[in-house]
């Protein structure tokens, strides 16, 4: 159980401090409600999506691109749908 919680860890770290301000305002928050009842099989879904680049991480997330089909699964469908609503949201006020 200790690499899961080194793996949530690096998770968390990640996903709060991508570069940019979008990206951590959507990942950040995900993480923190996640992040904490993910299995091992989820931290990897997760794990391989923060691999990809920033800017196709953030079209997934905003909508603009559809994520591939390698990278789908029940967490990475919820992550997009988190986005999606965060995002819609910045700029906006």
């Not at 159980?1 to 860890?9: G, H, L, P, S, T």
């Not at 990942?27 to 904490?36: E, R, S």
């Not at 993910?38 to 079209?59: G, K, Q, V």
């Amino acid at each position: 159980m200790e690499e899961v919680e080194r793996q949530r860890k690096k998770l968390m770290f990640q996903c709060r401090h991508r570069g940019t301000k979008e990206l951590d305002l959507v990942l950040g928050p995900f993480a923190d409600a996640n992040l904490p009842t993910m299995n091992a099989d989820e931290l990897r879904i997760l794990s391989a999506f923060l691999s990809e680049i920033d800017p196709d991480i953030y079209d997934w997330l905003s909508g603009r691109e559809t994520l591939p089909d390698h990278l789908r699964s029940p967490v990475t469908d919820r992550l997009v749908a988190f986005g999606k609503l965060r995002l819609s949201g910045i700029g906006e006020a």
